[in-house]
Every structure is written in C-alpha cells, then in structure tokens.
C-alpha cells in the first residue's frame, strides 16, 4: 500500500555535488521520521541522516558539513543533497520512512518502508 521511489543517483567526479529524492506514494495518512541509508559493496547498511516530522536533523559524521536532508511534506519527499562528494561516498543510497496509511480494512496502519535503492558512484 506504500511505495518510495527513489531518483537522482549518478556518477560524479570527486568534489561534485548530487541531489537524491524519495517521493512516497499509497493512501498516506502521515509520514514521521525519514531518511537515508548506503550500503558499499561488501560492507553493511549505514545511516546516513534522518529527519522527523518537526525537520530535526541527524547526520553521521563522515557527511556532517557535506550532505543536507529536507523534506517537502506536501509532496511526501525527502531530498538529500550532496556536496564535496568522496570516493568513499559511493554505495546505493535507500531512503526510509515511517508511513501511516490505510489499510485493507479502512485502519490506519503503519510501516517502516524502503525505497529500491539508488546507485551513487564517484569516481574520476
């Protein structure tokens, strides 16, 4: 009943700059907290930044100063943007949220979704 759909992945030259967005989709209620994780080829699932409903921010600190999230809770998008991009910023980025929506049987029930993942590879 809830879809994220990501878009914006790419390949950038080191120091370059990319903007990610996670639009939601399904019968929505509400979105709480979102987010975004990477995963590097051969390494685990890491959390990259979050944001809540109120637009309170985290960041892990490889990105701190580098990476913005917002979010446009009309559209029920999440953006990241990318700046100073690294090498070892390449992996697929997934956003998340926590999504209110309808149910089968007209309840507002929640889950936790993720998007399908987007490749960002920065490379010269």
């Known amino acids: 009943q809830v879809q994220l759909v990501e878009s914006g992945g790419g390949l950038v030259q080191p120091g370059g700059s990319l903007r990610l967005s996670c639009a939601a989709s399904?019968?929505?209620?509400?979105?709480?907290?979102m987010g975004w994780y990477r995963q590097a080829p051969g390494k685990q699932r890491e959390l990259v930044t979050t944001?809540?409903?109120?637009?309170?921010?985290k960041y892990t600190e490889s990105v701190k100063g580098r990476f913005t999230i917002s979010r446009d809770s009309a559209k029920n998008t999440v953006y990241l943007q990318m700046n100073s991009l690294k090498p070892e910023d390449t992996a697929v980025y997934y956003c998340?949220?926590?999504?209110?929506?309808?149910?089968?049987?007209?309840?507002?029930?929640?889950?936790?979704?993720w998007g399908q993942g987007t490749q960002v590879t920065v490379s010269s």
């Open positions: 998340n949220a926590d999504v209110g929506y309808i149910s089968g049987f007209a309840a507002v029930a929640r889950v936790d979704s």
């Open positions: 399904g019968r929505i209620v509400s979105i709480g907290a």
């Open positions: 944001i809540t409903s109120g637009g309170i921010t």
